[in-house]
Structure formats: C-alpha cells, structure tokens
C-alpha cells in the first residue's frame, strides 16, 4: 500500500528548531517531486515547499525562504522539513506530499503538472512559548 | 506571487444541487490548476489537475473547467459525502498558490 506517515512535529518556543520527517511506503521515492504543504488550524492551505526527485533542486514559499530548508534521501525513502527559527505563524499541521506530475499541454506544448495524489496524515507543530 | 480568488468562500447546497465553485488567478496560469477536496481532520484529496483532467478513482460527478485566469469546479449531482472544503492551486510558477478555499455545507 503506498503511504506517507510524517513525524517530528511538536511544541517548540519561537526562535526554536524542528526537523519534521516524511516516511514513504509502497513506492519508489527516488522517481517523484515531494512537496511540504501547512494548515494552520482553522486556515486554509499554505503550499511550503517541492524538492526535485534527485534532490538537485527546491522551491520555497517567500515566508520560510532562508529558515526552512527541505531535503531528502531516496535510500531511506524519506523526505524532510528542517524548520529554524521558528515564528507563531509557522504554527501548523505539515503535510508532506508525492506530485506524481502527469504529463499534459499548456499553452499548446508538452509540460508536466503538479498533482499530489498521495498525502500523509499530517504532524502538528505549535510555536509558543 | 500569483493570487487566487475562490468564490463564493461558503454556499449551503442540498443532495442532488449542481455545485459550482469558480477560482480567478491574478495573471495567467495556462491550464496549470488543480482542485482538492478536504474533510475535517483530513488530509486534501486530488480531484482534478490541468484545469479539467479527472483524477483516477475520482466520481465522474466531479468536472473542471477553464484556462488562462478564469476557472471552475463543478458537482453534477451533490452528494452526502461532498459536503467538504474546497481549494483551487495554481502550478503555473513558484511559489504554488492555494484559493482560500469554499465550505460546502448542507442547506
């Protein structure tokens, strides 16, 4: 069965650290972008963000660009979110993400789309102190 | 960073309505859209990507529409377990941008 369990949320202080972790089952995590994507509670959703399936490349949300940094290591099928820094605002359910990146046309030409077809259940994090 | 207007933000429908749900992206996006449906406590759930393909699995009832900065989600034919929240995303440039999403609840 292909799955994603995330891990390593908590209560943090602000200015504090967290290292969140994405186990992946049931697939080969070396052939898919993973993406990070927040909730904070009651709010709508907040893309974080995508790493490259080698790792070779990532994106960011403005907000966390320079204090969140994702990564992953395909032999462990396992992808991760190491946040610094930590603000109230990062106050959050974390999901990780598989984009399985469907081929289609836009504007005419060949592209592929993001399209995450695979979530985790989510890891908290709380910032307060 | 591209923004995303979904409307209405609620809408009180009852089993069997047509639903329609629209999103407008403050530039062109192409096609580059996806919808989801999230339950509370819930992970989001893939409906629909490239503004109008069906994701596998997902009920035939659900269809999108639109390209360029004008976009739709339609329900045929609501049912019990659609009552749910609704978010558009664009994938056209980073960073990716959620809609606010738009709460369909039981009339």
């Known amino acids: 069965e292909v799955s994603l369990v995330e891990s390593g949320g908590g209560l943090v202080q602000p200015g504090g650290s967290l290292r969140l972790s994405c186990a992946a089952s049931?697939?080969?995590?070396?052939?898919?972008?993973m993406t990070w994507v927040r909730q904070a509670p009651g709010k709508g959703l907040e893309w974080v963000a995508n790493?490259?399936?080698?790792?070779?490349?990532?994106h960011y949300v403005d907000s966390v660009e320079g204090r969140f940094t994702v990564s992953r290591d395909n032999a462990k099928n396992s992808l991760y979110l190491q946040i610094n820094s930590l603000r109230a605002e990062d106050s959050a359910v974390y999901y990780c993400?598989?984009?399985?990146?469907?081929?289609?046309?836009?504007?005419?030409?060949?592209?592929?789309?993001?399209?995450?077809?695979?979530w985790g259940q989510g890891t908290m994090v709380t910032v307060s102190s | 960073a591209i923004q995303m207007t979904q409307s209405p933000s609620s809408l009180s429908a009852s089993v069997g309505d047509r639903v329609t749900i629209t999103c407008r992206a403050s530039?062109?996006?192409?096609?580059?859209l996806a919808w989801y449906q999230q339950k509370p406590g819930r992970a989001p759930k893939l409906l629909i990507y490239g503004a109008s393909s069906l994701q596998s699995g997902v009920p035939s009832r659900f269809s999108g529409s639109g390209s360029g900065t004008d976009f739709s989600l339609t329900i045929s034919s609501l049912q019990p377990e659609d009552f749910a929240t609704y978010y558009c995303l664009q994938d056209f440039k980073y960073p990716r941008t959620f809609g606010h999403g738009t709460k369909v609840d039981v009339k």
């Open positions: 530039q062109g996006i192409r096609s580059e």
């Open positions: 049931g697939f080969t995590l070396s052939d898919y972008w």
């Open positions: 790493i490259r399936k080698d790792g070779s490349l990532k």
């Open positions: 993400s598989r984009d399985f990146s469907p081929e289609g046309y836009c504007g005419g030409t060949p592209c592929y789309y993001d399209a995450f077809d695979v």
